[in-house]
Structure formats: structure tokens, C-alpha cells
């Protein structure tokens, strides 16, 4: 059994496709047929079905997953820890951050944080927590920004800050004159949602069960920018990090009564190799984060 064959069978079982796989291990589709067929061969196991162009793993298949995937993870933590012992002074950090906080809050933490370690390289994905999540947990990205109170299983976390969530208006709105408005009232105007996987939309969904109204969800998108045009050109009103609408003259931000706040947490595998670049991005976020309201 070889690295090579592992991160085959594990690239093909993520991605559900040989071809991707090659693309994404950048080798020849040949190669990774080759990979999984020697390793199913070792292993006397047939660990994928397929059916013409549709691959899915077996029962089999899913449980030698696991330990493929731990098997990658050490040795990956094995040779950054190895590197580091030798006084290596290069590294990556790996980060998943919402759309909403890379364009409004990260930019200048990022900045700072490699004005630190100007040789330390830097790779953000901008996904939605649901993704992220996953991502940290099979080992895409080796931390990320996860929001609200509970953390899934599997992670480790530190809460870095505390933003309040907002009803966003265009600025000529009448709800734009108003200091706070209640659940129901903002249910009762036309919205432009995020999609499903992104932590506001999941606090709409919970809005919604609670209110007795159907309210009516005028557009839904995955883009931020977007969401805060159409609120801008009058389409809808939504809900924002006060931090992303108070410098925006076209909009307006309004409390809810009883007032939001969003807990977020700097998040990665509780049981993987937090690196050494990794924890250096982590005490630099606490650092600038220490003392602000709401921070534990």
C-alpha cells in the first residue's frame, strides 16, 4: 500500500468522479485507475461501484476511508512538525472564511499578519460555514471562521469576535427612519436571502418557523455583493453584519428587538496538527481581537 494509491482512492472518493481526481492530483486519469485498482487488489475489496460515468463508495469503501484519511492527515502533520523542528521558516496558512467577513473585516488582519510573517503564505477560501466546515473536517483547509453559539463536533475553537446582525434597508425605506423593528415586521417585507448553507439564511429558516406570516422571499443568491445591490436598488431588505452596512450611504441598518448578535469562531480538527503558521495566525487574531465586548 502506497501514499500515492491512498490520496487516489481518497481524491476519487470526494469528488465522486475519476476524472476530477486526475485533474485535481494533477496525473492522467490512467494513473488513478491504476492506483485504486492495485490498492482494491491488496486489500481483496471492491471500495467504489460504478455504474458508466456514476462512482460511489461501497460499504467497504467508506470505512477504509477513514483511515485513509488519518493516514494522509499524520503524515502530512508529520512532515510540517519534521520542517519545523529544522527551523523551517516557511509555511501556509489555510483558511475558510464567509464571503461577508473576507471583504469587510479580514482584509486588514490579513494585511497586518503578513506584515508580521512576510514569509509565511496565505490562502483564503470564501465559502459558507456549512462548507467550511466540512472542509476543515476532511482536511481541504486546515482552519476557518465558523458562526454561532454551538461548534459542530470535531472542532476546536476560540471565539474572536461578536457583531450584531441587522435588518439592511435601502436608505429611502421607511423602515430606514426606525431605531428597531420586531421579527414579524422585517418577515413581512419582501427578502433577498442567501442561500441554504449560509448561516444568515439559516437564521431567516428559524425566523420563519417562529412566525405565524408566509413571508415572501423575492430572490436567494450565494453572492454578498449581490445581496446588498439588491437591497440597495430596492428588490428587498435582508439581513447584514452592522460592520458591512454603516458605510454605505444608499443603506440603512436597523435593530431587532429583541437585538442579534453573531458569535464568531476562529475553528479547526480538534484531533489534527494544528501547524505551526496556523497557531501563529490564531494568537494574532486573539491578539487583536483581546478585550473587545462580547470576547471570551
Known sequence: MELRQLRAFVSVARVRSFTRAAEHLRIAQPAVSIAIAKL?????????SRQGK????????EVFLRHAERILAGCAAAGTEMAE????ERGEVRIGIP??????????????????????????????AARIQR????GEIDMGVVAGASIPRGLQSRLFLREEIVACV?????????????????LGEPLVLFKQGYYMRELIDEMMRRCACAPEVVFETNLFSLVRSLVREGVGISTLLRMVVVDEPRLAAVSFDPPLYLDLHIAW????YLSLANRSFVDFLLERTEGLEGVG
Open 40 to 48: 482494491e487488489g491488496e486489500l481483496e475489496q471492491t471500495l467504489f
Open 54 to 61: 456514476q462512482v460511489a463508495l461501497t460499504a467497504e469503501g
Open 85 to 88: 523542528l529544522k527551523g523551517l
Open 99 to 128: 464571503p461577508m467577513m473576507s471583504s469587510y473585516y479580514f482584509p486588514r488582519v490579513i494585511r497586518d499578519f503578513r506584515l508580521r510573517y512576510p514569509r509565511l503564505q496565505f490562502s483564503v477560501y470564501g465559502e459558507g
Open 135 to 138: 472542509m476543515i473536517l476532511q
Open 170 to 186: 435601502p436608505a429611502g425605506h421607511p423602515l430606514a427612519l426606525r431605531d428597531k423593528l420586531s421579527f414579524d415586521e422585517f
Open 269 to 272: 480538527k480538534a484531533d489534527g
